[in-house]
């Protein structure tokens, strides 16, 4: 069997958009993922807002939009923001070029459209070097190795193994850790959650501290407790994830959501379960370019990996858009046996994804400051003054 012309690796959704359009124009290529099989997800990530002028496009670009729209949730665009007393500032309807959808659904429409054999399930990759012809080799966690690609595309997120052949750039701590947790239909305070989140989000601003509520497809919605602590927070061994107990107590603790927060918001995280850690990281603006690396590039985290901002999955789709679209192009020109015709489709994507992906990168640093600043969530309330969004209270936070 011919090597394919593309190796993919992560089924992310960059990854799994780039499969999608270049199966779209009959482009050769082979997924590779670590998770063990298609039923092997990692639920984290909860819902994604998916834009009109970016995200969309791609679904657009790969037929997908008829199965996107059996999935998105044209109605849950609504965004509030409150600060920790219960004062609300905020309610601002985004509109239905925001739909949202859990990620777990877009990897579906994805899967459901990419044939079978096309994505190797269970192939974590360890390393990337080069063979003696100078060629890319994928060797992976089992003890294989794959190469004769003409392509290798680095979809393989925050730490990206393919990014070591481009650069020597590691992610940066951002200074927060999100505390993942959940509040089910079946939970005591549901109906509370309900009757203040509906079904979009709700932001609740405290000193150098957020609290995110998203509502999900499943009806339950994802709770997000951010907060500045060190780096090695999850992994010093002085606090367990598995222990739901006590990670009540702590987050409800002065330290973290104390007394000073509204008794109803802290009786969400009384009554939050399966808690998970969530540290931000986030790569240098200024690391968003590198010189032209033959057979090789990035897309998504791994090229510019960012504090979430609400455009990162929307930025990895365009990534795998224009990806798709330059090597279409190069294809009169030889693209799979000519080098040079290959590396001009590859670096015209990857001189528009650089200005892009630099202001991505900033975009999520500086609303990071702003969200989680010590007079938190003043600073959110300007920011969105500043675009033209109503504020409800006039308080200050």
């Known amino acids: 069997m011919a090597t394919p012309s593309i190796a993919i690796i992560g089924a992310g959704p960059s990854g799994l958009a780039l499969a999608r359009l270049l199966e779209c124009r009959g482009i050769t290529y082979v997924l590779y993922e670590r998770d063990a099989s298609a039923a092997v997800f990692d639920r984290t990530g909860g819902t994604l807002d998916i834009h009109a002028s970016t995200g969309q496009r791609a679904i657009v670009e790969g037929g997908l939009l008829a199965a996107f729209a059996k999935y998105a949730r044209y109605d849950a665009s609504t965004f509030r923001l409150w600060d920790r007393h219960g004062t609300q500032y905020i309610q601002h309807e985004r509109g239905s070029d925001f739909p949202e959808i859990d990620r777990g659904d877009l990897r579906r429409i994805y899967l459901d459209a990419i044939p079978e054999g096309k994505i190797r399930w269970g192939m974590g990759l360890k390393r990337v070097g080069r063979g003696e012809d100078g060629e890319p080799v994928l060797e992976f966690a089992d003890g294989t190795t794959a190469s004769g690609f003409r392509l290798v595309v680095g979809a393989d997120g925050a730490w990206s193994k393919v990014r070591s052949l481009i650069n020597d750039v590691k992610p940066q701590y951002c200074g927060i850790h999100i505390i993942e947790s959940r509040i089910s239909p079946t939970n005591s305070v549901y109906s509370q959650v309900q009757s203040r989140v509906g079904k979009g989000m709700m932001l609740i601003g405290g000193p150098n501290q957020m609290i995110t509520l998203q509502n999900l497809g499943d009806e339950s919605y994802r709770m997000y407790l951010g907060v500045r602590v060190p780096a090695d927070f999850a992994t010093a061994g002085q606090v367990d994830f598995a222990d739901t107990e006590g990670m009540r107590a702590m987050c409800l ?17 009384r009554h939050a379960t399966d808690f998970r850690p969530w540290p931000l990281y986030h790569i240098p603006p200024a690391s968003v370019a590198w010189d032209p690396v033959p057979g090789v590039t990035l897309v998504g985290d791994a090229a510019h990996l960012g504090p979430p901002s609400g455009e990162g999955a929307n930025f990895a789709m ?7 679209d330059q090597l279409a192009e190069q294809q009169n020109a030889g693209w799979l046996v000519d080098d040079e015709a290959r590396d001009r489709a590859v670096r015209g994507y990857e001189v528009e994804m650089f200005e892009r992906g630099a202001k991505l990168i900033q975009r999520g640093v500086d609303m990071t400051e702003v969200f989680y600043a010590g007079d938190s969530p003043r600073p959110t309330v300007e920011l969105f003054r500043g675009k033209g969004v109503p504020v409800l209270e006039e308080k200050g936070a």
């Open 253 to 269: 603790s002065n330290a973290f959501f104390g007394d000073d927060w509204a008794d109803e918001f802290r009786a969400y995280i």
């Open 318 to 324: 365009t990534d795998a858009l224009y990806l798709a």
